[in-house]
């Protein structure tokens, strides 16, 4: 059996044509879907690498975020044990503050000023110190007075005695309950995050253990660093240092202890007993517990301007340290070693600067030389302090720079 197809003309043709235009659209169609599907590809996986590294730095931060957090709240807390420390030991029946300030110049190599002020204070009764020496190589300045008086609801009445023992009228200082500050006021911060640039750190010193709080500041001028000291045992402030980095150092050394103070370290003495004397210590108990306001009326009972009311104090006595200048350092060395040792030929002394040992404490270094076959050879170095109170030797060769930390 035979088959036979019949062609129609031209129908066939069309047929492919379409068939092929249909198989073309689709190609192309695929080929464009592959090429959004890329682009959308592309597209998703920069979205979320966006994303991811947002999200990345979100959980980087927010951890970070948190450390500085704890720190601070770390640091805050001690702070404000040791500030409360401070307030209930101002707020006392019974208490004594001695603070030594220190100023060191790197660039003149010399002490730059010293002052002490010391702070009794028993049951209402105040005695106040202070001495001041500006312990430059050129000025010979020095001040000493100091304050005996009371205290009275918001104010404190004292009399004034100054380094030639002479005295003065009674003197008001309003606004004061206590006879010193918070040393920590100034370190309160706002919001605990505020300390995230604040270090802290602990070390031990003879025998005792301390924390170190610190922060570094980049002025225009220079780096600035800042150190807070506290016992850590009883945390009571031991000292404060602020540093210009190269340029000079002030140190504030505190020693702060309660329930010391007798009642013959707050009251005023005299040269004699007379009557005057014995009239102002009643008109210091009487305004001690006065309780009105017309305390005028009290004052003027003790009154300078009759001869017969003057009292005549006992000469102040200045403390038994006074920082001590530079070559007067120098000085005191060469007497150490040549009572000690005697002077040989060929010896050299030489001041090379001011060192602190691991204590905050000063010392003026001299390095002292001797000839051994006609070369200077090291002998020892000799560190005298800043009060000249200490003097200790070295016999290790060292390059001693102003401003070094030196194990004494």
């Known amino acids: 059996m035979q088959t036979y197809y019949v062609v129609l003309d031209g129908k066939q043709d069309k047929n492919e044509e379409n068939n092929e235009v249909v198989v073309n ?79 060191v110049n790197y660039d003149l190599k010399c002490v730059s000023g010293y002052s002490k002020n010391e702070t009794s204070y028993k049951d209402g009764y105040i005695k106040e110190k202070y001495i001041s020496d500006s312990g430059s ?10 304050n005996y008086g009371v205290l009275a609801n918001d104010r404190m009445f004292f009399i004034q005695q100054d380094d030639s023992g002479s005295s003065a009228f009674i003197g008001t200082r309003w ?11 100034g370190f309160h911060k706002e919001n605990v995050i505020e300390y995230k640039d604040y270090e802290i750190r602990e070390e031990e010193i003879d025998g005792k253990d301390y924390y170190i709080i610190s922060t570094r500041e980049n002025r225009e001028d220079s780096m600035y660093n800042t150190e807070i000291w506290l016992n850590k045992d009883n945390m009571i402030l031991f000292k404060i240092m602020d540093e210009k980095v190269g340029c000079s150092k002030t140190e504030q050394k505190f ?8 009642d013959e370290d707050t009251r005023i003495k005299f040269a004699q007993e007379n009557e005057s004397s014995k009239k102002l210590m009643e008109v210091f108990e009487e305004l001690k517990n006065f309780e009105g306001e017309n305390y005028y009326e009290i004052i003027d009972k003790w009154d300078f301007s009759e001869d017969s009311s003057k009292v005549i104090f006992d000469k102040y006595d200045k403390a038994d340290k006074k920082v001590i200048i530079q070559n007067e350092a120098v000085e005191k060395a060469i007497e150490f070693i040549e009572d000690k040792y005697g002077i040989r030929a060929g010896q050299g002394y030489r001041y090379k600067g001011i060192i602190f040992d691991q204590n905050g404490d000063a010392y003026y270094a001299c390095e002292v030389k001797k000839d051994i076959d006609s070369k200077n050879e090291f002998e020892q170095n000799v560190f005298v302090s800043i009060f000249g109170d200490t003097i200790k030797t070295n016999e290790t060769e060292m390059d001693i720079k102003t401003g070094d930390m030196v194990i004494l």
Not at 59 to 83: H, P, R, T, W
Not at 137 to 146: C, E, G, H, L, P
Not at 179 to 184: A, D, E, G, K, P
């Open 255 to 262: 020693t702060i202890s309660i329930n010391t103070v007798r």
């Open 175 to 185: 606004g004061t309950n206590g006879v010193t500050y918070n040393f920590l006021d």
């Open 137 to 146: 190589i050129k000025s010979d300045y020095n001040s000493a007075f100091t």
């Open 25 to 103: 659209s689709l190609k192309k169609y695929k080929r464009k879907m592959f090429i959004l599907k890329i682009i959308v590809a592309i597209l998703s996986i920069f979205i979320i690498a966006i994303w991811g590294s947002f999200i990345v730095e979100r959980v980087k931060y927010n951890i970070q975020l948190n450390k500085d957090y704890e720190k601070g709240e770390y640091i805050s807390g001690i702070i404000d044990e040791a500030s409360n420390k401070i307030e209930e030991i101002i707020n006392s029946d019974n208490y004594s503050i001695v603070e030594e300030t220190i100023g």
